[in-house]
């Protein structure tokens, strides 16, 4: 049950856009997040390259993780390493071949209620631009023709 402690009212409380204040958003909704290839890390060279990360849910079990090379523009299935198991962390991995230019990598999971990591505008079209502490969103990454790394807006 909530308690209205200080960090709970503050942080578990989300602004929306009509002016209401949603209390106690205490479930975390799925997310996953690219961990290889990422920030501030470099690819040495084109070739085979495989995309790793984690995704989670609060909500239940991960049942399906998509990425993206593309920015968001095509989505392939991910696989998932080992059991499957509630509001527990998940591995992924999705074999890639870098060819030297760039591209923006995104993962998006699903869990097994069928809640869909969402895209940043559809995230701030249903809670508006204060929602800051559960944000889910699609995080996205840009491999520069460097090789270099970097988070990026997409």
Known sequence: MPSMARDETSKYTDLLPDGKARQFTLVMDAKSVITRPSGEQK???PGFCEI??????????ISRVEV???GGGSWTDA???GPRYAKSFTRF?????WDGRRHVLMSRATDDTGYVQPTLAALLEARGRATIYHNNRIKAWEVHESGEVTNVEA
């Open 68 to 70: 993206s090379t593309d």
């Open 52 to 61: 790793r990360g984690l995704a989670w849910s609060g909500r239940g079990a």
């Open 93 to 97: 991995r999705s074999p890639w071949r």
């Open 43 to 45: 690819l040495d060279r």
């Open 79 to 81: 696989e998932i390493e």
